[in-house]
């Protein structure tokens, strides 16, 4: 089983960056493919990014293409999401998971990991 800890959130004005990270512990993270998901108030976990195992390919929900990058680096076990652009609509938690899928899944109900989360707000 692995265990994974989001780091990085915080408080950003509108136009600002920031850079999320998730470390995994209890085991690799290579096996596994790595997506963030996002929860804010009253609504439901929805999908950000998600990355294959060997980092090669990378998928994101329109709401975040272009402004969004997720990468892993699978030596240090971590993975991020790099934010950049950020909008008052990308306020939320943000949750780190992963996956012993065989394709990248955009639902929650594909991932089998969870962290804890970390909040991002965005201010206007």
Known sequence: QVQLVESGGGLVQAGGSLRLS???????LSPYIMGWFRQAPGKEREFAAAILRSGGRTYYSDSVKGRFTISRDNAKNTVSLQM?????????????AASEGATIPTKKDGYDYWGQGTQVTVSS
């Open 22 to 28: 998730c470390a995994a512990s209890g085991r690799t």
């Open 84 to 96: 950049n652009s950020l909008k008052p609509e990308d306020t939320a938690v943000y949750y780190c």
